[in-house]
Every structure is written in C-alpha cells, then in structure tokens.
Nanobody, 123 residues
Framework: QLQLVESGGGLVQAGGSLRLSCVAS????????MGWYRQAPGKQRELVAD???????NYTDSVKGRFSISRDNAKNTVYLQMNSLKPEDTAVYYC?????????????????WGQGTQVTVSS
C-alpha cells in the first residue's frame, strides 16, 4: 500500500529551526513533484514549497530565505529545513507527492498526502 509518512515536527521557540522529513513507500515506479503544505487553525491549506524530480524548487513568499526544500530520489524522501521560525509558521504540515505506482500489471499515477505533522512556534 502506497503511503507517505512525515516526521520531525514539534515545539520550538521563535528563531529556532526544525527539519521535516517525508518518506514515500509502496509499489513506486517514479515520483514527480513533491511538496510541503501547511494548514493553520481556521485557515485553508497552503503550499509552502515544492520540488520537481529534477530539483527545481518553488516557495511561497512568506518562507523565502528561511525554508529550504530538498529531496533524495534514491530514498523517495523529501525534506523541509525550516530556519528562523516565526509564530505564524505554526500549523500542521503535510507532505504531498505526485507518484507513478504499480497496480497489479498496470502503472497508475496519483496524488498522495501524508497524515500531517504539527509544528508549533512559541513567541
């Protein structure tokens, strides 16, 4: 069964750092874009950063210069290094991936989400 599992969330003081990890597992043929989204209480889920299979990255303006996304294709893993954290970064962070996978004799493509990991930044 194909799944994404995040880790690395927690409680940190403003100005601190955290590193999130997300591992994809299952009958994976290839992974296209991978990304991190976040959802704060009472707000819509928003894209934080994403990265293509070739390594091109994209960030939302509020995290540029503070967050860095990277991936290890051999490990089917995407990372989010978060520095200079602010209270407004507090949210549940979700991993997302566009994956080609094996389904019996067929190859399929789907959009998958992790279960989310809580990041809390105290002031």
């Amino acid at each position: 069964q194909l799944q994404l599992v995040e880790s690395g969330g927690g409680l940190v003081q403003a100005g601190g750092s955290l590193r999130l990890s997300c591992v994809a597992s299952g009958s994976i043929l290839s992974i296209n874009a991978m990304g991190w989204y976040r959802q704060a209480p009472g707000k819509q889920r928003e894209l934080v950063a994403d990265i293509t299979s070739g390594g091109s990255t994209n960030y939302t303006d509020s995290v540029k210069g503070r967050f860095s996304i990277s991936r290890d294709n051999a490990k089917n893993t995407v990372y989010l290094q978060m520095n200079s954290l602010k209270p407004e970064d507090t949210a549940v962070y979700y991993c997302n991936a566009d994956i080609r996978y094996r389904d019996g004799f067929l190859g399929r493509r789907g959009d998958f989400w992790g279960q989310g990991t809580q990041v809390t930044v105290s002031s």
